[in-house]
T-cell receptor, first 114, second 113 residues
Framework: ETGVTQTPRHLVMGMTNKKSLKCEQHLGHNAMYWYKQSAKKPLELMFVYNFKEQTENNSVPSRFSPECPNSSHLFLHLHTLQPEDSALYLC?????????????FGQGTRLTVV | AQKVTQAQTEISVVEKEDVTLDCVYETRDTTYYLFWYKQPPSGELVFLIRRNSFDEQNEISGRYSWNFQKSTSSFNFTITASQVVDSAVYFCALRGDFNKFYFGSGTKLNVKP
């Protein structure tokens, strides 16, 4: 299995739907991240978790709700999204949130809000 | 403030040409880490290299080489004898001693046969 796995790979949802993105890492890392990548925009950090505790919420709207039940799993719950939320959502993990620890990324979930 | 600038939005080369991707960073941290990632069309960011601020040695890995110069706050990436499979978006990133990764806006490399 790859190090960081995201499901689903593609998701189309209406603005009134509720859906969840899932991320699982098999690297034994302690930190996990959600990033948003929109067309022609830099990667935007959304949330950071360290040992299951949220350490950063980068002013993300409440229609995005993260959940980290353990160090290996990270979810992003979505509800009442807007069309501008359509983007590639990338999950990443690193050994720790400090120091010389590179992040490893999943393949992303391509989200389209209609 | 932490910032990463990749001034080249898109570069096109013909196969077998050498190409250099530029990365300039800003940080006030005395200890920091620099990274390069490759994002092919499949979407996943693939880690290529990490360089610590206290290690200015350049590195070569096959056709890839990296030139780190603290004096100019640059961490440039050169691909020698480029191949079509090198076509991707390349991101430079900076991380201080605390949790945030700061990514540049990426450089799209097109390698034509």
């Amino acid at each position: 299995e790859t190090g960081v796995t995201q499901t689903p790979r593609h998701l189309v949802m209406g603005m009134t739907n509720k859906k969840s993105l899932k991320c699982e890492q098999h690297l034994g890392h302690n930190a996990m991240y959600w990033y948003k990548q929109s067309a022609k925009k830099p990667l935007e950090l959304m949330f950071v978790y360290n040992f299951k505790e949220q350490t950063e919420n980068n002013s993300v709207p409440s229609r995005f709700s993260p959940e980290c039940p353990n160090s290996s799993h990270l979810f992003l719950h979505l509800h009442t999204l807007q069309p501008e939320d359509s983007a590639l959502y990338l999950c990443a993990s690193s050994r720790d949130i400090q120091g010389p620890n590179e992040a490893f990324f999943g393949q992303g979930t391509r989200l389209t809000v209609v | 403030a932490q910032k990463v600038t990749q001034a080249q939005t898109e570069i096109s080369v013909v196969e077998k040409e050498d190409v250099t991707l530029d990365c300039v960073y800003e940080t006030r941290d005395t200890t920091y880490y620099l990274f390069w990632y490759k994002q092919p069309p499949s979407g996943e960011l693939v880690f290529l290299i990490r360089r610590n601020s206290f290690d200015e040695q350049n590195e070569i890995s096959g056709r890839y080489s990296w030139n780190f110069q603290k004096s100019t706050s640059s961490f440039n990436f050169t691909i020698t004898a480029s191949q079509v499979v090198d076509s991707a978006v390349y991101f430079c990133a900076l991380r201080g001693d605390f949790n945030k990764f700061y990514f540049g806006s990426g450089t799209k490399l097109n390698v034509k046969p």
